[in-house]
């Protein structure tokens, strides 16, 4: 992997991890486009993917990091009896849409990766994740504009409804943000609060990610030159995530009432496009 393909992954990974397009998607997706030849599940390939995810996870905090601190302060006590229970509850609602992706990905995603992770099923994923994307606004729009509640409002049951979509990214092309904030549209939340639950998840489930993959390298030879190159990486892929996770917050505040119809049309077209370039060059 060259230092400009490896630039190229990181800014996606960066991105797209976020933006609700599906990660894994386009990072099967555009190699595949490109013709580039290495190879992303060789042993070779995972301290540069242990990186990418450290990196965002890293991004992902330092933009929470006051939503942690008042989580934590609050679990401990230390702003009073109504705020302890306020704290407790959204951390138990974290854990509880956190439990379906930790089964179902111990379970099944082995299988669900070597089944679907090839390019061709990726961008047919992406078209339909388009497709989830523009049908949670539509039916939100027929139920009405979303709730004013905040995060500490959600219920037990939302969070069993947001975590039991995140387990649909499982599927190379869908968007693990998308697939959560349209779950939150369907339980009637706003796109900002929607959002905000669906980044704090994926501090833990990226974290979960990284141990999970750098466990892994226990066995794996150390390559200095690798390192640097991933390390780069990781900044690239922080940063791009830092500034995505600002932009997207400020743009659902901003654009409640139909915020991921952009993002839904984009998959729609890329997927479309990317299954004829790929049928007609087989």
Known sequence: MSFFQAMIIAFLQGATELFPVSSLGHAVILPALLHWSFDQHAPAFLPFLVMLHLGTSVALLIFFWKDWMALAKGALGGEGRSLQMQSLHILSLLVVATIPAVVIGLLFEHMLRSLFGSASAAAIFLFLNGFMLLLAERLRGVSGQGDVRTVADMTYKDAVVIGLF????????????????????????????????????AEPVIIAAT??????????PFDPAQMHLALIAA????????????????????????ALSPFAYYCMAAGAAATVIFHFSS
């Open 235 to 258: 900044v690239v892929s922080g940063l791009t995530a830092l500034a995505s996770t600002a932009f997207l917050m400020r743009y659902f505040r901003d654009h409640d009432r139909w």
């Open 166 to 201: 995140q387990c649909i990214a499982f599927f190379p092309g869908f968007s693990r943000s998308g697939a959560t904030i349209c779950a939150g549209l369907l339980r009637g939340l706003r796109h900002d609060t929607a959002a905000r639950f669906s980044f704090l998840m």
């Open 211 to 220: 141990v999970h993959e750098a466990f892994k390298l226990r066995s794996e």
